[in-house]
């Protein structure tokens, strides 16, 4: 099996690194000279890259050698957007999930450290540069990788990401408050494919014909299948993981270092995406500007899948543009100076030019991450501490908000009293 020991790339004084023993099970596609690093997001594995590997390398059939060659001179992507022949694609399980280790002390999980551990695999394939490739949790490692060493990166691809902390929660509303119920409750295979789908997917998306069979039904038989065989996630990995996001955070000098370093970036996002909202991706588009191209597609979270024609076209696109040392200012298409990409906060509430619309607003958004800070250290079942806060938000709402801040107090309680987390596996807060 293909493993990479991290404990041979950190050393004993990064106090980051206590990692000694901890490997990840990687796979490698292909043979050339372009060299694609994937790294998949939270609670994923490796072949949820398997549609752009397909694309990238003509086969989702991993190479039988552990040990690659070195870099060979770099070469043009072909001109028909498949670069079959020319790419060599690794993607790898991350720490805490698949059949990589899975360290006990959430302490061992930050994205600084998971980042880390793709350099080491670099290292250990011989690759001195990569196209770095991000989806979710595994954009969040990809802008820590590019920070660190963005003089081995070639183009960073983020898809579906969000600054971390808050940012990388879903909205409050009934819809994802009922899939959250759902999620904390499934106990099976059965019952977790159900949720999973909503999470990924667009309900226009699920619901399109494929032959006599809607999409929703095969994907769901696929889900069973895939959740079936590698098991549900430990609870050890889903909590390192969660603090991995829950601590990730981009400093103004890291973000700098990425801006600074001449290599095109794509940030690629589902707009309808309710797990990492497109909002905080638009921001980060920004803040990298010249280099950075925002590209809107119409679907959810797992766009990567369910879009799966343009994504693989914009990261043919991003990897012949890096080939041709495009330069950033070519490539972006972000205005100059902030304009319509930073939008206003995004509000759960109606914003209105009304005092009372103001606090309504304000105090929505004072219940969202209340619920989210619950949500992640595992105190949905905390009522008693519910119902004195939401009796004092009750108060506090304005007469014309009310009504909905009974309605969201009602809807919050009701999670609280029924959601458990006695279950975990996959990802609600997915890939």
């Not at 041979?8 to 000694?20: L, P, V």
């Not at 990897?319 to 509000?347: C, F, H």
């Not at 958004?365 to 008693?384: H, R, V």
């Not at 014309?400 to 596996?425: K, P």
Request: glycine share 8%.
């Amino acid at each position: 099996m293909p493993f990479c020991y991290v404990g041979s790339y950190q050393t004993s004084g990064d106090s980051e690194a206590n990692n000694n023993g901890t490997k990840i099970f990687y796979r490698t596609y292909g043979r050339g000279p372009i060299k694609v690093l994937m790294i998949i997001g939270f609670a994923g594995t490796h072949d949820s890259w398997h549609p752009q590997i397909k694309w990238l390398t003509g086969t989702v059939t991993p190479n039988d050698d552990q040990f690659m060659a070195v870099d060979l001179d770099a070469a043009e992507v072909g001109g028909d957007g498949n670069s079959e022949g020319r790419v060599e694609v690794c993607a790898f399980d991350n720490r805490g999930m698949g059949r990589s280790s899975v360290p006990t002390q959430k302490s061992a999980y930050t994205t600084r450290i998971m980042a880390k551990d793709a350099i080491a695999l670099m290292d250990h394939l011989g690759w001195r540069k990569a196209h770095v490739f991000g989806h979710s949790m595994g954009a969040m490692i990809s802008c820590k990788l590019a920070a660190l060493v963005p003089d081995r990166v070639l183009s960073l691809a983020l898809l579906n990401v969000t600054g971390g902390g808050y940012e990388c929660f879903p909205k409050l509303d009934r819809q994802t408050l009922s899939i959250a119920i759902r999620f904390f409750k499934a106990k099976t295979p059965e019952q977790r494919a159900a949720v999973d789908l909503e999470i990924h997917y667009t309900k226009e998306y699920l619901e399109e014909y494929v032959g006599p069979n809607t999409r929703k039904a095969i994907l769901y038989q696929e889900y069973v299948k895939g959740i079936s065989t590698s098991g549900m996630q430990s609870n050890h990995g889903f909590e390192g993981q969660i603090n991995a996001c829950w601590n990730h955070k981009m400093s103004q000098i890291e973000l700098e270092l990425i801006r600074s370093a001449g290599f095109l970036i794509s940030v690629i996002h589902g707009r309808d995406d309710i797990i990492a909202q497109l909002y905080h991706a638009k921001r980060l588009a920004e803040k990298l500007q010249p280099s950075a191209r925002m590209i809107e597609l119409h679907g959810g979270h797992l766009v990567s899948h369910e879009r799966t024609e343009e994504v693989n076209q914009a990261l043919s696109e991003l990897i012949k543009a890096s080939e041709k040392q495009m330069i950033p200012y070519d490539w972006t298409n972000l205005p100059t100076k902030s304009s319509g990409w930073v939008a206003t906060r995004i509000s759960l509430g109606s914003t209105t030019t009304s005092e009372a619309g103001s606090k309504f607003s304000f105090m929505v958004d004072i219940l969202e991450k209340l619920f989210l800070f619950l949500s992640i250290f595992g105190l949905f079942g905390s009522f008693q501490f519910a119902t004195p806060v939401m009796s004092v938000c009750k108060i506090l709402l304005p007469v014309d908000g009310i009504c909905r801040g009974r309605v969201l107090a009602r809807d919050f309680r009701a999670l609280m009293a029924s959601a458990h987390l006695s279950s975990h596996g996959g990802a609600f807060f997915h890939s």
